[in-house]
C-alpha cells in the first residue's frame, strides 16, 4: 500500500507544474509564512502584491489566476492550522488493486462564524474553479475543498462533481500528463473526492456534468514534464 501526504498549502505543491516555488517566492513575499496570511504580522510586499494580482488575474493572465487561488487556499490552510491546531496534512492511500482512499485534514467547526476563515474558504473555492478551467490541479482542489466543506457549501455541490469528475476523465481515464504534476495522485485523489460526491448530487444531474466533465477532459491537452 502507498502512501501519500497532501499539503494543505497548495503553493509549492500545484505551482510547480507551472511556475516553480523559486518564482513564487522571488520578492520575499513570504507566502507561505502563516503570520503574513491572516494578519498577525504586517508585510507591505505582500500588501502590494496582492493588489497588483488580482488587478492581472482580473485581466485574465493565467499565471495571476493561478496564483490568485494559491494564495487563498494557503490562507485557508492557515486559518484551519490555527482554529483546529491541525497542520494541515492529508494522507492518501493507495492499494495493490487501484483502491485508494483519502484522509483529510479536519475542517473548521461553525467555519462562518470564523469571518477571515468563512472569506477565505469562499476564495479559494471560487478562485480555483477559475484556475481550474484550464489546469487541473486547481480543479481537482477546489472540489476537494467544496468536499471537506459539502455541509456548508450546498450550493456549489454540483460544480464540484464536475470538477471532480474532469479530474477524474483527465488522470485516470486518459491518463494524461500535466507538466510535473503527480498524475497518480490526481487519480486517486479525484477517485475519493468523486466517489464522496456521488450521494450528494441527484443521479440525473450526474449524467449531465459526467458529459461536459469528458468534455472538458478531451479539450485540455497533456503538458510535458519539463514544461
Known sequence: MKMMKTPGRLLCA????????ASVHAADLELDDCDVLIGKKSNAAYKGWM??????????????IRLRAAEANNRLACHEEA?????GWGVTMTSADGTSETQLPPTITDI????????ALNQAVK???????????????AAQLVVRYAAELPEQLEAAYEDAAAVY????????QFGRRDR???????????ARLLPLVAAERRQVLDVSARQWAEQLPAVPKNQ
Open 127 to 141: 478562485y480555483g474553479h477559475q484556475a481550474g478551467a484550464f489546469d487541473v490541479g486547481y480543479k481537482g482542489a
Open 51 to 64: 493588489k497588483e494580482n488580482q488587478k492581472e488575474a482580473e485581466a485574465g493572465n493565467l499565471d495571476a
Open 169 to 176: 476523465e483527465y488522470d485516470c481515464v486518459l491518463k494524461r
Open 83 to 87: 482554529l483546529t491546531g491541525h497542520s
Open 14 to 21: 500545484i505551482l510547480l507544474a507551472t511556475l516553480g516555488c
Open 112 to 119: 462562518r462564524k470564523q469571518a477571515p476563515a468563512w472569506r
Open 184 to 194: 497518480n495522485a490526481g487519480c486517486a485523489s479525484a477517485r475519493t473526492t468523486r
